[in-house]
C-alpha cells in the first residue's frame, strides 16, 4: 500500500443529468459531468456559464444605499465639494481605491484618496483620520473595501460634520455604522441578487451607477481585486474577472503594463493563476511592508516613466516580503513544535514581539499548511500592550463564527468563515487562546484534522484528451467556487515510473488505457518512487494539462496526490547494498525479520539492530505488532509453513519486501541423483573404509561431482544408518535396514531448501507476488490485471 497524504473527497456523477447535458449541448461526457456536480445542471444556466458573452451585469440600483450614495456623490462633484475616497492597503482595497479614482475624474470630481497606514493606524476608518480630512476641507468620504464595522468612526463623522458612504463588502456585524449611505451586497435585508462580489466589485457597482454603464475599461483593475480577494468566481464575480483578464492582456494603462512586465506576463495569455500568484502578491506587498500608495498610484498613473519606477520598487518589496516571511515561518514552527504541539492544541494561537504585522496573514496560511489546524498568528507590540493577529482555518471551524463568540475580548475583529483580522490586549491571550481550544474540542472531530482534497469526477485514461482539455478551457477563469477542476483516476496499471529532475526530486508516471496512454507528472514526488511497485495498480489525482514541447502537444495529469490501495510487494532480491536503500524508507514503519543469525553481519545491518526481529522457535509470532509496517524479510525459513505462519500473523503489514539473501546456494548445487546415491553406496562397501574428508575431492572430479556432493550423500547415510563415521573415516554398515531416503533429515532439509530457492528465489516478480498473496483480494485484483 502507499497512503494517499490527504483524505480525499469525491463527488459522485448523476449519470442521467450528465447525459440530458451532452446529448442537448455536445458537451463531452466528462466536461459534463464536471458541470453536473458543480450544481450546473439546467440547459439555460450551463450555457450562460459556458458563454458569459450572453451575459449582462446585474442592475447597480437593487444594492440597497445606491440611490442616496450616487445622488450624493454628484451633487458634491456638481457643487465642487472635495471627495476623500478612503481605501483599504490590500491588493483588493488598491484596486477599490483605483477603480473610485478613475470614476470620479471621469466625472470631474474634485477629490482624493487615502490609505491608512497599516503599522501606524491599522485597519479601517479611524478617528484621526476623518478629523484631518475635516481640517482639509473634505465634505464627504467614500470607502472602499472597508468600513461596515466603522461603527464609533462614522459618529464622529457626524460630529465633525462630514457625509460618510461606506461601500464594502465584508460580513457585517449586529450593530451596522450610523451613515449617510451603506451599500454591502451581504447587509441584512439588501435585495442584491449575488452577494459574493469583493470590494472592488462592490467599487465596479458604483461606478456603474454613476457614469450609467459597466465600465469594462476598468475590469482590467477589477479583475485583480477580485481574484487576490479569495471571492468566490461565480455570478458576477465570474463576469469580472472573465472580461477583465481579456482587457488585461491588451490594457493600455501604463502602470498595468509595467506590473505585467516585472512578473513577466507581458504578451502571454494570462489565467486567474497568473494574477493571483504573480500580480496580486506584489501589490500586496506594498501594504505589507509600508504604505500602499505606491500601488495606487502604479495603478492609476499615466506616465511610462514612473510605472516602470513603481513597478520596480513593488517587486522589490515582494522579494523582501518573501524573505520576511520564511523567517517569521521559521520561528512560528519552532514555538508550536516546542510550546503548542498539535496532538495538544486544536487551534494554534503563536504570538511573538518584533514580527511584521504586514505578513501574519501569509505566515498563517503557511502554518495552516504545515499542521492543519486552525492558526492566528499575531504580532506583539509591548508599548502599547496589544497583540495584532490574522487568523486562517481549515474545514469545519469557522473563524469569523468562532471569534464572535470571543467579543468582549476583542474590541477590533472581522473577517470570513476561513480568514480574519483582529486586535487584543495582550492580558487576553492565554484567555483566546484556551477558549478556542474549547470551541474546536467541542465541534471538531478526529478526522476533521486531516487535510481534504475535493476531487470533481473519476475518470479514465481514455476519458482524457486534447478535445477535452481545450473544453474544459471554457470553464475559466478557475478561483474560489469555481476551482481548477481536480480529476481522480482511480486503479489504473504503470506503464513507466521514473524519477526525474536533476535532483530526480520529481516523478513521471505514464498510465496504461485501454486505447490511449496518459503521462504524469509530479513535482516534489521524487521520494514516491521508492514505495511503488512497477507492477501497482496506482490511483492518481491532478489537474489536467497540455504538455507543448517542439512542436508537439499531447495531454498531461498534474500531480497532487496518490495512492496504492493494494498491498504491494517489494522485490529487492539481489539488491546491492541494501542498508543505503533502507534510508530511502520511513524508518519508523520499517521492521526487518530475519532466521539466521549471521545475515545481519553479512547484510552490514548493525546501524538497524533496533529495527531486527530474529525469527526463532523462541519467538511467539502471534505477539509480534505488525499492523502497518514495511516487513522486510532479510532471508529464507527453513521451510515454507514457517513464511505462511509468518505472513499470517503480519497480514496486516501495509507493504512487504523479499531480500532472501542466502550463503549457501541448495538450487543451484542440486540433490544428487538417485543413481549417485546408488554407485556411492556400492563403492562405499567395495572400498570397506573410505575417508571421505581426505579423498572427497579426488572422488568428486573422477565422477564430475561437486565436492559437497561426497560430504552430503555421506551425511544422509550416515543418518539412515547405512554407514558410521569415525573421525572422517566412514564404514558401512552390515545389513542396514532398508529404508528410503527422504527419512534422512538432511535429505529433506535439502529438498526443502532446494524447493524455497526456487520459488522464492529464483522465480519471477509475478509467481513470487501470487505466492505471498495467494489467499489474500490483491491477488485476485493482480491475476485479473494479466
Not at 476623500?84 to 470631474?108: C, K, N, P
Not at 505606491?294 to 516602470?308: I, N
Not at 474546536?440 to 477535452?468: G, N, Q, W, Y
Not at 563415521?725 to 532398508?738: E, L, Y
Request: aromatic content about 8%; charged content about 25%.
Amino acid at each position: 500500500m502507499l497512503n494517499s497524504r490527504t483524505r480525499w473527497c469525491v463527488t459522485e456523477v448523476d449519470q442521467s443529468k450528465t447525459d440530458e447535458l451532452v446529448n442537448s449541448l455536445g458537451l463531452s461526457p466528462l466536461v459534463a459531468g464536471l458541470l453536473v456536480n458543480r450544481g450546473k445542471q439546467d440547459i439555460d444556466e450551463v450555457k450562460n456559464f459556458l458563454h458569459t458573452e450572453n451575459v449582462d451585469f446585474h442592475d447597480p440600483f437593487l444594492m440597497d444605499g445606491m440611490d442616496s450614495a450616487v445622488e450624493r456623490i454628484k451633487k458634491a462633484i456638481k457643487q465642487q465639494e472635495k471627495i476623500l475616497i478612503f481605501g483599504d492597503y490590500d491588493a483588493d482595497g488598491v484596486s477599490s481605491t483605483s477603480v473610485m479614482i478613475y470614476t470620479l475624474r471621469e466625472l470631474g470630481a474634485e477629490f482624493d484618496y487615502y490609505i491608512p497606514n497599516r503599522f501606524t493606524e491599522g485597519y479601517g476608518p479611524n478617528e484621526a483620520a476623518f478629523r484631518w480630512a475635516q481640517e482639509q476641507g473634505y465634505t464627504l468620504i467614500v470607502t472602499v473595501d472597508t468600513g461596515i464595522s466603522a461603527i464609533h468612526e462614522a459618529e464622529v463623522a457626524k460630529e465633525i460634520g462630514i457625509d460618510l458612504i461606506i461601500t464594502d463588502h465584508h460580513e457585517p456585524q449586529p450593530e451596522l455604522p450610523n451613515t449617510f449611505a451603506t451599500i454591502n451586497p451581504k447587509k441584512p435585508g439588501c435585495p442584491y441578487p449575488f452577494k459574493g462580489l469583493a470590494g472592488v466589485g462592490v467599487a465596479i457597482k458604483v461606478s456603474h451607477a454613476l457614469l450609467g454603464e459597466a465600465p469594462l475599461h476598468l475590469l482590467d483593475i477589477a479583475c485583480i481585486g477580485t481574484i487576490a480577494d479569495l471571492v468566490p468566481l461565480v455570478d458576477e464575480n465570474r463576469l469580472i474577472v472573465k472580461i477583465g483578464i481579456e482587457k488585461l492582456e491588451t490594457t493600455s494603462k501604463p502602470g498595468l503594463q509595467a506590473l505585467l512586465k516585472v512578473c513577466g506576463l507581458e504578451e502571454k495569455q494570462l489565467s486567474s493563476e497568473h494574477i493571483g500568484f504573480g500580480i496580486g502578491p506584489r501589490v500586496n506587498a506594498a501594504g505589507r511592508l509600508d504604505s500602499a500608495d505606491p500601488a495606487v498610484d502604479l495603478f492609476t498613473t499615466s506616465d511610462p516613466e514612473k510605472a516602470e519606477m513603481i513597478a520596480q520598487e513593488i517587486d522589490a518589496m515582494n522579494k523582501e516580503r518573501q524573505s520576511l516571511v520564511n523567517g517569521i515561518t521559521k520561528e512560528a514552527v519552532e514555538i508550536v513544535e516546542s510550546k503548542y504541539p498539535p496532538e495538544k492544541n486544536s487551534v494554534l494561537v503563536i504570538a511573538k514581539e518584533g514580527w511584521n504585522p504586514g505578513v501574519i496573514g501569509i505566515v498563517a496560511s503557511r502554518i495552516v499548511e504545515k499542521f492543519y489546524r486552525p492558526t492566528i498568528i499575531l504580532s506583539i507590540d509591548p508599548e502599547k500592550g496589544v497583540a495584532k493577529g490574522s487568523a486562517r482555518s481549515i474545514a469545519g471551524f469557522d473563524m469569523f463564527e468562532n471569534l464572535s463568540e470571543c467579543r468582549d475580548i476583542l474590541p477590533h475583529f472581522g473577517g470570513h468563515p476561513m480568514a480574519a483580522g483582529m486586535t487584543l490586549q495582550l492580558q487576553y491571550l492565554d484567555t483566546l487562546r484556551e477558549r478556542l481550544n474549547r470551541q474546536a474540542e467541542e465541534k471538531l472531530t478526529e478526522e476533521d484534522f486531516s487535510p481534504i482534497t475535493s476531487i470533481d469526477l473519476r475518470c479514465s485514461v481514455d476519458d482524457i484528451s486534447l478535445d477535452v482539455i481545450e473544453e474544459l478551457q471554457a470553464l475559466e477563469p478557475f478561483g474560489v467556487d469555481n476551482p481548477k477542476p481536480r480529476f481522480l483516476i482511480d486503479q489504473c496499471r504503470l506503464k513507466e515510473i521514473r524519477r526525474i529532475g536533476s535532483d530526480s526530486k520529481h516523478l513521471k508516471l505514464t498510465l496504461l488505457g485501454e486505447r490511449s496512454n496518459l503521462d504524469v507528472i509530479g513535482f516534489h514526488f521524487g521520494e514516491v518512487f521508492e514505495e511503488i511497485t512497477p507492477n501497482a495498480s496506482i490511483s492518481v489525482v491532478g489537474e489536467l494539462s497540455i504538455n507543448e514541447w517542439n512542436g508537439f502537444r499531447k495531454p498531461q495529469l498534474m500531480l497532487q496526490d496518490i495512492a496504492v490501495k493494494e498491498k504491494q510487494l517489494f522485490d529487492y532480491r539481489g539488491i546491492k547494498n541494501l542498508a543505503s536503500r533502507l534510508e530511502l524508507l520511513n524508518r519508523s514503519k520499517v521492521q526487518l525479520l530475519s532466521f539466521k543469525e549471521e545475515t545481519i553481519r553479512s547484510l552490514s545491518l548493525k546501524d538497524w539492530e533496533d529495527h531486527i526481529i530474529r525469527i526463532s522457535e523462541d519467538v511467539s509470532l502471534e505477539t509480534l505488532e505488525l499492523g502497518g509496517r514495511y516487513l522486510i524479510i532479510l532471508d529464507l525459513p527453513s521451510s515454507k509453513d514457517q513464511l505462511k505462519q509468518l505472513m499470517s500473523y503480519g497480514s496486516s503489514a501495509e507493504r512487504v519486501y523479499t531480500v532472501f539473501h542466502h550463503e549457501e546456494d541448495h538450487y543451484f548445487n542440486p540433490i544428487p541423483t538417485r543413481d549417485s546415491f546408488k554407485w556411492y553406496y556400492a563403492f562405499l562397501k567395495k572400498q570397506g573404509t573410505f575417508d571421505y574428508k581426505r579423498r572427497a575431492e579426488e572422488l568428486a572430479a573422477y565422477k564430475g561431482w561437486q565436492k559437497e556432493s561426497v560430504y552430503f550423500m555421506s551425511q544422509v547415510f550416515f543418518e539412515l544408518e547405512f554407514v558410521t563415521i569415525d573421525n572422517g573415516v566412514i564404514s558401512v554398515t552390515d545389513q542396514p535396514m532398508k529404508r528410503p531416503l527422504t527419512e534422512s533429515m538432511t535429505y529433506r532439509r535439502k529438498q526443502e531448501q532446494a524447493s524455497l530457492e526456487n520459488d522464492l528465489c529464483y522465480s519471477s516478480y509475478r509467481d513470487l507476488k501470487r505466492w505471498f498473496f495467494e489467499n489474500e483480494k490483491d491477488a485476485v485484483r493482480f491475476e485479473e490485471a494479466y
